[in-house]
């Protein structure tokens, strides 16, 4: 009993830092109608002696790494010279703005878009953290952790620091379809130059592949649906260009491959054999 309770006290925790939206809990919410075909038949107790505290290391580093992000990004903006300039390039390459995205546009595809957009970097992965934890998996919590922000945000770093690349809407001279509203041309500069490879591409796709591993159709369909759409999202509202796009599903992909690695040799010689059941 207690453990259910500070269980949902901790999501929700994760969800009020995160400022989700109503569609957030309602789209965790059907994520979760199924949860009990991926269940593993661990006894709650046994689960929660280590899935409790993961999931609150993971709460606060989420909690902490929002602004420790944005310090490192001013940091790069002021420090580094970026020896690799693309915004001419990516203009050059044919249909690479993604436009065609946009072939049918209205007010209300804008506002879906820029939810999907604005909540997905986060939301995704922690629906897939979430329902793992459901599932009473601790392998599952740690792969898509692992496959997310954990390895992600090290790992694309190199890519930020030698390439400067901007949004598509900031080199083609068009409007901010997000609507943000910046404080000064420094914080614009900021948020708009990290584009290659597209990390909301990256996270989605990795979630989506490894939502796909799952038995729950209602879970796979949703997730599959959602992380599409947080895909075509960057061109539609004309963030990323198609190249950030392909190299944000590469990256992914390589993340999720490098996870279950590091969790298979992890698991092999680090687990005490005794706790290996309960992080299965």
Request: aromatic share 16%.
């Amino acid at each position: 009993m207690y453990g259910m309770v500070f269980s949902v006290f901790l999501i929700w925790r994760i969800g009020a830092i995160g400022g989700w939206s109503r569609g957030c809990w309602i789209l965790l919410a059907v994520c979760l109608v199924g949860v009990r075909k991926d269940q593993s038949d661990i006894d709650w107790t046994r689960f929660f002696t280590i899935g409790i505290p993961l999931l609150g290391v993971f709460y606060y580093f989420y909690k902490a790494g929002n602004a420790l992000w944005w310090e490192l990004a001013n940091w790069m903006f002021q420090n580094n010279k970026h020896p690799l300039h693309l915004d001419e390039l990516m203009q050059a390459i044919p249909l690479n703005a993604g436009a065609w995205a946009r072939t049918f546009s209205c007010e209300a595809l804008d506002e879906f878009m820029a939810w999907v957009y604005s909540h997905s970097f986060v939301v995704s992965l922690w629906i897939c953290i979430v329902r793992s934890f459901w599932t009473k998996s601790v392998k599952k919590m740690l792969s898509y952790a692992l496959s997310g922000h954990l390895l992600q945000f090290p790992l694309i770093f190199p890519f930020y620091n030698l390439i400067l690349l901007r949004e598509v809407w900031y080199v083609k001279s068009q409007p901010d379809l997000l609507q943000r509203q910046f404080a000064d041309e420094n914080a614009l500069l900021v948020n708009v130059m990290n584009c290659f490879p597209s990390m909301h591409t990256s996270i989605a796709f990795a979630m989506l592949l490894l939502a796909l591993r799952e038995k729950d159709g209602i879970f796979k369909t949703t997730m599959v649906a959602y992380c599409v759409s947080i895909i075509f999202s960057t061109l539609y509202l004309q963030i990323h260009w198609v190249v950030d796009v392909l190299a944000g599903m590469a990256f992914g992909f390589g993340s999720v491959k490098l996870a279950d690695r590091l969790i298979h040799v992890v698991s092999a010689r680090l687990v005490p054999a005794k706790l290996k059941a309960t992080c299965a």
